[in-house]
């Protein structure tokens, strides 16, 4: 009974929207003398790196039997174009502290001016 059973794999983004990955049908075949035995087995299956940030979100492996239905808990990914870039404000702080410095200068410069005459 246990021995036909399909795995699927599917992702969840943010919005709740279900995307299907890959499905295989596995059906296993019990070797004499060790029926009635639980077994366990492994699949892997590789994400190949997202193509784009869109493939941010929850990602899940499903496994149906006849009857009987069984999911991960889930593993979240989250993808990110060219990864994490630090803003500079350098160059913004420069030209304020420079326009305010010539400002104050060219204010001074007057009123020297102004007083002298």
């Given at each position: ?47 190949m ?50 326009a ?16 002298r005459?």
């Open positions: 009974k246990y021995t036909n059973f399909l795995i699927s794999y599917f992702w969840v983004n943010s919005l709740g929207q279900k995307t299907s990955i890959y499905s295989t049908q596995r059906n296993v075949i019990i070797p004499s003398g060790q029926e009635n035995k639980t077994a366990m087995l492994s699949y892997d299956h590789v994400i790196s997202p193509e784009n940030t869109f493939s941010t979100g929850t990602y899940y492996c499903k496994v149906k039997w006849n009857d009987i239905q069984q999911m991960g808990k889930g593993v979240y990914i989250l993808a990110r174009g060219s990864g994490y870039v630090e803003t500079s404000h350098r160059w913004e702080i420069l030209i304020t502290l420079s305010l410095l010539a400002a104050l200068s060219i204010t001074t410069t007057a009123l020297l001016l102004w007083k005459k």
